[in-house]
């Protein structure tokens, strides 16, 4: 059973950069045709695919977030990471860290990933 689990601050000040990195475990993230991405959820709204790293490490962002987001991963320790730059407080959410095998069709859509972590909170606070 594919296990995921993220790590990262609680608070981030304005301007500063988000980082966040996805463990994961019971499988391997190079696995061919598996996907990983990090979504995350603002209360009261759905969630908001931000981007993916596939398994060979092509990435895809979403167009709203491609100018300050880096999604990167290291095959060692079976874990990926979220590098958000210059955040608000528009930027304030869970975050999740999700996986999918199978083609690369849909993978914007949060409904099409099979392992969720357990999401973490950040808030961006000065």
């Known amino acids: 059973q594919v296990q995921l689990q993220e790590s990262g601050p609680d608070l981030v000040e304005p301007s500063q950069t988000l980082s966040l990195a996805c463990t994961v475990s019971?499988?391997?993230?190079?696995?061919?045709?598996?996907?990983w991405a990090w979504i995350r959820q603002v209360p009261g709204k759905g969630r908001e695919w931000m981007g993916t790293?596939?398994?060979?490490?092509?990435?895809y962002y979403s167009s709203s977030l491609k100018n300050r987001l880096t999604i990167s991963r290291d095959r060692s320790e079976n874990r990926f990471f979220l590098q958000l730059n210059s955040v608000t407080p528009e930027d304030t959410a869970v975050y999740y860290c999700?996986?999918?095998?199978?083609?690369?069709?849909?993978?914007?859509?949060?409904?099409?990933?099979?392992?969720w972590g357990q999401g973490t909170q950040v808030t961006v606070s000065s």
């Open positions: 999700a996986g999918r095998e199978g083609g690369d069709r849909r993978l914007g859509d949060p409904r099409e990933y099979d392992y």
């Open positions: 019971g499988g391997s993230i190079t696995t061919t045709k598996y996907y």
């Open positions: 790293i596939g398994w060979l490490g092509r990435t």
